[in-house]
């Protein structure tokens, strides 16, 4: 199982707690992982990447493993600590704002 | 017994205002959506309990929010706003075109027979309609093609922010955008004409008599007379007697003619009101004095109204969608500030008291008059 880590406001939105776990069928990239999350929570549907372009939203960051994956291609294969569920893919709202 | 129920959207929430026909004390509930922006929330005139709502931030983007049973509870609705076609560019501040991207709802208009056929204006502008209460939404792409290229954005974004509905002629619907103008389309939604004859833009436009590209703040009408309209542009007041196929300026002696809101007054369709702001430059009521200004002839002449309103020391603005009227026999205005406070009068505006005083900054401010 894949682990996600939701902000705050997704939480509330998908009434879910900090920590989601997800099953996802084939490599773990950030498109099949938010495939799976959106087929879980439709409610998160073009909170987290545009409708029509996909595209992630400007002021949303992944994070995992220490590192800033968000400008990765969201096709890129994942390491395999966030496939096996050892590390967790963390969804962030940048910092953004006072 | 009557009712009435304020929908306030606010920075960080959607608050639900409550009160007898006697309007003195008030429940208030909320805050829904607690963080979000809601830029809007209105009712069903068909089913009062039915409400929608406009959730965005800048991080998460666009949710609408439904609910049966007048606030109590809500449930997301379909949040896909996708242009038909190619949208193409519109123009804006550096002289380039830009592609058309929707950013966020900015109004939500109920129809008025029908609680699951709702207009949506967005930003980008275009306008919006679901037929299945939220569950899907399709574009009405005619509207850009009333001279779309020449659109650009306002200092809040390209956004279609008033959508009036006729009550006589369900194909016939006004809208108004910044910076656009105003439109009108008398066949549902399938053709748009730019109704801005007699605007006059001195100092925002290089053509100040243009067709398109007028910052329009907001529009009104009462719906007994639905061919006569009240405009508050970025300067000037105004008002149309041919469902604006020609304005002309009804300013008269206003402090100031800028502004955001403009509102009639339920019973008496010459009985208009504003709440005049310095200027573009300051965005706050002049002499730090909070005055709504009513007229009863329609425009022209106009009268201050203070009592109950700060008249020191203050400094807040009304926005575009912040003042509404109730039906009740003895009419209430209502209108909520960029300081949080949410004023209301049970008399046509004689006297006003705060219902809430230590909101966010209110958004918007539309009033559900329940039997």
């Not at chain 1, 997800?22 to 549907?45: K, N």
């Not at chain 2, 931030?57 to 949710?63: D, I, R, S």
């Amino acid at each position: 199982m894949i682990r996600v880590v939701l902000p705050f406001h997704l939480q509330q939105l998908a009434n879910t707690g900090r920590e989601v776990e997800l099953q996802v069928d084939g490599l773990a990239t950030q498109r099949s992982i938010l495939d799976a999350l959106e087929a879980r929570y439709p409610v998160l549907r073009g909170t987290v990447r545009d409708q029509t372009t996909q595209d992630r939203r400007a002021f949303i960051r992944f994070f995992a493993c220490g590192e800033d994956l968000s400008h990765e291609s969201p096709d890129a294969a994942l390491p395999e600590s966030i496939a096996n569920g050892k590390e967790r893919f963390m969804i962030v709202g940048a910092m953004a704002g006072g | 017994m009557s009712a009435v129920r304020v929908l306030v959207g606010t920075r960080k929430g959607a608050f639900i205002l409550t009160s007898n026909e006697q309007r003195k004390k008030w429940e208030v509930s909320g805050p829904h959506f607690a963080g979000w922006e809601i830029y809007h929330v209105n009712g069903s005139p068909a089913d009062p309990d039915r409400l929608y709502a406009s959730q965005s931030n800048g991080w998460f983007g666009q949710l609408i929010q439904r609910s049966n049973d007048g606030g109590k509870t809500w449930e997301a609705v379909d949040n896909k706003f996708a242009y038909e076609g190619n949208p193409g560019t519109h123009q804006t501040f550096d002289g380039t075109q830009q592609p058309w991207a929707f950013k966020r709802v900015w109004n939500l208009t109920p129809s008025l027979t029908d609680s699951d056929t709702v207009f949506a204006g967005v930003e980008d502008a275009a306008m919006f309609r679901t037929t299945d209460g939220g569950k899907s939404w399709q574009e009405l792409p005619g509207l850009r093609s009333a001279k779309g290229h020449l659109w650009q954005p306002g200092a809040g974004g390209m956004c279609l922010h008033t959508i009036l509905l006729d009550p006589s002629n369900p194909d016939r619907i006004f809208i108004a955008i910044s910076a656009a103008g105003a439109f009108r389309t008398d066949d549902g939604g399938k053709t748009w004409l730019p109704i801005n004859q007699g605007l006059k833009s001195n100092f925002e436009l290089p053509d100040p008599e243009a067709e398109v590209g007028h910052c329009v703040h907001n529009i009104a009408m009462h719906p007994s007379r639905p061919g006569v309209l009240f405009m508050q542009k970025h300067w000037d007041v105004l008002r149309s007697d041919n469902a604006g196929d020609l304005w002309h300026e009804v300013s008269g002696n206003l402090p100031t003619d800028f502004g955001f809101p403009i509102a009639v007054h339920a019973h008496e369709p010459e009985t208009i009101y504003v709440v005049p702001i310095k200027s573009d430059s300051e965005h706050f009521v002049p002499d730090g004095k909070l005055r709504v200004y009513r007229s009863r002839s329609g425009g022209d002449e106009w009268q201050a109204l203070t009592n109950g309103l700060p008249q020191s020391d203050c400094y807040v603005n009304v926005l575009r969608t912040a003042m509404a009227v109730d039906k009740l026999d003895s009419c209430g205005i209502y209108f909520g500030t960029t300081g949080g406070q949410v004023y209301a009068s049970a008399d046509s505006g004689d006297s006003w008291a705060p219902i809430v005083r230590d909101l966010p900054a209110v958004l918007s401010v539309e009033v559900q008059t329940l039997s």
